[in-house]
């Protein structure tokens, strides 16, 4: 059955696959930096690093023309209602982005020194098998009854949306905290993240993903058929 979150794992293999996907990642007590997520693998593993001013705002314009429009924004379920969306297509970016800037020369080299420095920091690889839950920041922390979110979106120094921002939790309980910009692309990421989370728990790495929607076995169901067909072919040899 083609279901919605199917289709949103394709879609969120594909992104990562082509030109990636833009988001806020938050931090504890410190400012949220925007980055890319892609992936080399077929989604096996998802990689994440920091982006330029203008990488930013080509990601960001580029998918609310693709998805702002899929689903109402709901700004009374804002933590911090810091950013709201309009008709225009350039209202939604945060107002540092929205100027053009003519940068100096001595300006450029230390704004590419910046990135350079920050993807040392802030760049990394996630192995969606050491996933293990994708966390909705509108639900309760298991961690903490009563309080919502994770611990680091809840001291992030920035205000997130509440229904614009999930947690891909550890198996070590760390997590990397993530915010959409609109919430057509948070409800593409976020179903296709769980969509992914699920299958990779259930062992269906990218090879068995790739042979099609009725491939729904996992790596050690397949193990198992081998081993049966070997014993059946020694027992008629």
Not at 95 to 115: C, D, E, G, V, Y
């Amino acid at each position: 059955m083609f279901t919605r979150a199917l289709f949103a794992r394709l879609r969120l293999t594909l992104l990562c696959a082509q030109n990636g996907i833009v988001l806020r990642r938050h931090f504890s007590r410190s400012t949220p930096h925007f980055i890319k997520i892609f992936s080399t693998d077929g989604c096996d593993t998802i990689s994440y690093t920091p982006l330029s001013t203008g990488q930013i705002a080509h990601g960001l314009k580029e998918q609310y023309v693709k998805y702002a429009s899929t689903f109402q924004t709901t700004s009374s379920q804002s933590s911090t209602p810091h950013r709201s969306l309009s008709s225009s297509s350039m209202e939604f970016l945060p107002a540092h982005l929205q100027r053009p800037i003519k940068s100096s020369f001595l300006a450029t080299s230390a704004a590419h020194l910046k990135l350079s420095t920050s993807k040392l920091f802030y760049a990394g690889k996630i192995d969606m098998k050491k996933v293990s839950a994708v966390h909705p920041a509108r639900n309760e922390d298991p961690c903490c009854p009563g309080l919502k979110g994770t611990k680091t979106l809840r001291s992030s120094r920035d205000g997130y949306n509440v229904s614009r921002s999930f947690s891909l939790v550890l198996a070590d309980d760390h997590t990397l905290d993530l915010e959409a910009e609109t919430e057509g692309e948070y409800w593409l990421i976020f179903r296709g993240f769980l969509h992914l989370q699920r299958e990779v728990a259930n062992g269906r790495m990218a090879a068995q993903r790739s042979k099609g929607i009725g491939s729904h076995y996992t790596q050690e169901e397949q193990a198992l058929q081998v081993s049966r067909e070997a014993e059946e072919a020694s027992r008629n040899a």
